[in-house]
């Protein structure tokens, strides 16, 4: 039997990004469709520089798991915490998953 509702909600790319990508990454990988997800440095580089979320084109997300790991307690308004087993299910069910760390790119 072929899930109908699976083709009403076309596949989009999960993208975790561990170091603050260059403009021109961003222009080519970020879609409205598209999930990122902040982490490692990237993460880091927001909480100190809420600013750069400005640059973002669609709202970004965090793993709440790794928010605990470091001992963040506050973070700006606009990322949204992922639990784990939702990231879990947008990893499955992504077309693209890439995890990008190419802080010369």
């Known amino acids: 039997m072929i899930d109908t509702a699976a083709l009403d909600h076309p596949k989009s790319a999960v993208l975790v990004v561990r170091h603050w990508p260059s403009e021109k990454w961003l222009a080519q990988w ?6 990122l997800i902040l982490s490692e440095q990237a993460l880091i580089d927001v909480i100190n520089d809420p600013s ?3 640059r973002l084109s669609i709202t970004p997300y965090a793993l709440h ?3 605990k790991l470091l001992g963040v307690d506050e973070l700006p308004a606009s990322i949204i915490q992922l ?5 879990v299910e947008l990893s499955l069910d992504a077309s ?3 995890v990008w760390d190419n802080p010369q790119s």
């Open 96 to 98: 693209t998953y890439m």
């Open 65 to 67: 798991s790794e928010l």
């Open 83 to 87: 639990g784990d087993a939702r990231w």
């Open 30 to 35: 970020l879609s409205p469709n598209a999930t």
């Open 52 to 54: 750069l979320i400005e």
